[in-house]
């Protein structure tokens, strides 16, 4: 199993677009093979603060993922939303790698 976990930072003026695109993507995500879990997450103490946490049966699960429509119709949202580059962090039983 692996965790991806996603840490945005969005704009205040665009976080109701984020969370409503965010919700879509949820989810159709949910549906995907090798998917055992997608949720976010809003920070209780920073509102611009959203945290996505994910959970794969493997990594091989993440590629059709990134490649699916509904993660590209998402993209095309949160490129607007963004207030600073994301943080991706894919927690494996071997490593962390953050990006």
Known sequence: MIYVVATLTVKPETRAELIAAAQACIAETRKEAGNIAYDMHESITDPTQMVFV?????????????????????????V????GPPKIEVITPADVVVR
């Not at 607007?80 to 207030?83: F, V």
């Open 80 to 83: 607007n939303c963004l207030a």
């Open 54 to 78: 994910e959970r794969w049966e493997n990594a091989e699960a993440l590629e059709p993922h990134r490649k699916s429509d509904h993660m590209r119709a998402f993209g095309r949202v949160v």
